[in-house]
């Protein structure tokens, strides 16, 4: 199969080319967030301000780039303001399953391609074409790990190593994708895949719980308070239990936490006295552990040594990738290690964006 080029970049080379052409889009409608993946043709430089990600430049025989946005669920009118926007968005789309009819649809993936659908009709007169979230998840991961240069790497200590992939060696492998939720799907091949396990404890988890416990106003600004904290106020380590020595028999420093939050119990502090930082750091930290260890024992029982982890709880943020990492490192005893994605957030909306042709999506933008 012919290989695209896909690169990453906010500056397209200068040409002759037509002015812009917006073409094609594709949404997932998750529990917290929007995803959105659209393709503009022509010499394109123009970035929205929303643009989550630097938009990535594809270099096939319709030149243009693939734009990622994001927006709250709650706040879904601002996804429908955008789309309206853009009339282009909207232009000339007709379901290739009823080719004579004036209908104007979208490819959507997601719980709320569901739960929206009414208000889409409404408001935009667009039909939600849906599309199933597992089979979009693992087309995006396929497509991304297939043909975007430098999508993976590993994190460790701060320290990022991009991955080089072997197409030939991709399959079997582990997605990890952690959304509100967390699904983890074992991925043999394109569309052959099972959702082997999943944890309720995710990132609305954190952001839940986050909220109620240091009452922070936004997913941000939780993330940002766990940068200044310190989890040992709150973590009970081994050190804690053991007079601040290891418990080297079982292999376990005196660092490592015995028990998330087991601190908040001491009668010497009052709960005011608590900082919302401190608490935000563990609870990153509970968090990410526990998904890294389910995961790594997800791979274990079925033999996969290599585990990627997606979903817009990541948001590449430096201690949630540090922490998946050591827990995979710790519970392997350093024989498996963490992979990231670049576009980590996007694997379901490219996943409903490659469907359009029911190809994959080297099949879309060559046409
Ligand atoms: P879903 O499809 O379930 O919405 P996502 O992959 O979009 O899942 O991830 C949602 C999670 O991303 C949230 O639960 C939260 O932990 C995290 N997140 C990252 N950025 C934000 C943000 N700006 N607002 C809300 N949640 C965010």
Known sequence: MDRREVES???????????????????????????????????DNSVDYREEKSPLAVSTALEGKLHFLKFETSKINDCLDFI???????????????????????????????????????????????????????TGANFLLKTVQREAFTYMDGHEEFVQIDHNDLYPYLLVNIGSGVSMIKVDGDGKYERVSGTSVGGGTFWGLGR???????????????????????????????????????????????????KAISRDKELEDYKPEDISRSLLRLISNNIGQIAYLNAL???????????????????????????????????????????????????????????????????
């Not at 009452?215 to 973590?235: P, Q, T």
């Not at 079925?302 to 995979?328: C, E, N, P, Q, W």
């Not at 694997?347 to 190809?359: C, D, I, N, T, V």
């Open 212 to 262: 109620l416990l240091t009452k922070c106003k936004s997913f941000d600004e939780l993330l940002e308070l766990s940068h200044r904290g310190n989890n040992r106020v709150l973590d009970m380590l081994v050190g804690d239990i053991y007079g601040g020595t290891d418990y080297s028999k079982m292999g376990l420093s005196s660092t490592t936490i015995a028990s998330s939050f087991g």
């Open 301 to 367: 029982r079925f033999g996969l040594k290599r585990i990627f982890f997606g979903g817009f709880f990541i948001r590449g943020h430096a201690y949630t990738m540090d922490t998946i990492s050591v827990a995979v490192h710790f519970w392997s005893k350093g024989e498996a290690k963490a992979m990231f994605l670049r576009h980590e957030g996007f694997l379901g909306a490219l996943g409903a964006f490659a469907s359009y042709e029911k190809r994959n999506l080297d099949g879309l933008l060559s046409n």
């Open 84 to 138: 309206s926007s853009r009339k282009q968005l909207l232009g000339g789309w007709k379901h290739d399953d009823h080719p004579g009819s004036d209908e104007k649809f979208i490819k959507a993936t997601g719980g709320g391609a569901y739960k929206f659908t009414n208000l889409f009709k409404e408001k935009l007169g667009i039909t939600l074409d849906k599309e199933d979230e597992m089979d979009c998840l693992v």
């Open 9 to 43: 970049g906010r500056n397209s080379p200068e040409s002759n080319q037509p002015a812009a052409q917006i073409s094609r889009l594709a949404i997932d409608i998750g529990g917290s967030l929007i995803k959105m993946v659209y393709f503009s043709s022509g010499n």
